[in-house]
């Protein structure tokens, strides 16, 4: 596996799929953020999942749990006392925070570094592969010491979804097959790598892979379809 963009490289960003500045899957390196703004919120992310690590592997006291629990509560309400901004549109359509994929590099539940229930999912693409890497803790757990089989999907369907790109015919999910082979480790660098078949009129099929240390643990196969008209404007707010 290589850490470096090959020449023949498709970048669906220098193809009108998105932004023609903003390729976040040029290389391994995880891309920076785009303002001082996504700067800041990957480290309050950040330490949100630190908190989330400690609070599932920790045994404080109760009256210490208590205390820390009314100094989240009042940061959450000094945090949200702050002009609100609802899912990526909403984000899009300000013009400060940049374009969507900028945003959903942020925001994205799976992938999105801003995003402190991502398990921070970084993927690159070469060619026609993708290749990803990613690192679940235990606030993943569902066996004993292993990833939670759901988290396993939506991982692979974050990757197949984004590795698709590589196709020039971006959709979205159709089908999900998962196979799991053996039990995914916790806290363990996992390795994805995913090859896209060829288009099929509106239909794309990526078939992916998940391993650690080596070992193939999951399987999966998407078919995803470009959608014929937009998608619904937006979702009723929280």
């Known amino acids: 596996m290589s850490d470096k963009k090959s020449s023949d490289s498709f970048s669906p960003f220098s193809h009108g799929l998105t932004s023609d500045?903003?390729?976040p899957f040029a290389s391994e390196a995880v891309t920076g953020p785009y303002s001082k703004h996504w700067e800041a919120k990957r480290r309050v992310a950040a330490a949100v999942r630190a908190l989330t690590d400690a609070l599932v592997t920790s045994t404080p006291d109760d009256e210490d749990l208590n205390?820390?629990?009314?100094g989240l509560e009042q940061h959450v309400q000094a945090i949200a006392s702050a002009a609100r901004l609802y899912g990526l549109r909403q984000f899009v359509e300000t013009g400060h925070h940049g374009g969507h994929g900028e945003i959903n590099?942020?925001?994205?539940?799976?992938?999105g570094w801003s995003n402190p229930l991502s398990p921070g999912l970084n993927m690159w693409i070469e060619g026609n592969k993708a290749f990803g890497s990613v690192r679940c803790g235990y606030a993943y757990e569902?066996?004993?010491?292993?990833v939670h089989g759901g988290f396993i999907a939506?991982?692979?369907?974050?990757?197949?979804?984004?590795?698709?790109l590589a196709g020039g015919n971006p959709g979205m999910t159709g089908t999900?097959?998962?196979?799991?082979?053996?039990?995914?480790?916790l806290n363990v660098d996992l390795s994805l790598e995913a090859t896209i078949e060829p288009v099929e009129g509106r239909k794309?099929?990526?078939?992916?892979t998940v391993s650690a240390n080596g070992v193939l643990t999951a399987t999966g196969t998407g078919v995803f379809i470009r959608p014929t008209r937009p998608i619904a404007k937006s979702a009723p707010k929280a």
């Open 67 to 70: 205390r820390l629990a009314d």
């Open 176 to 185: 999900l097959e998962v196979r799991y082979h053996k039990p995914t480790p």
């Open 21 to 23: 500045v903003f390729d």
């Open 204 to 208: 794309t099929i990526v078939s992916g």
């Open 105 to 111: 590099h942020e925001l994205n539940a799976v992938g």
């Open 142 to 146: 569902g066996p004993p010491d292993h």
């Open 154 to 164: 939506a991982i692979l369907d974050q990757f197949l979804g984004m590795a698709q």
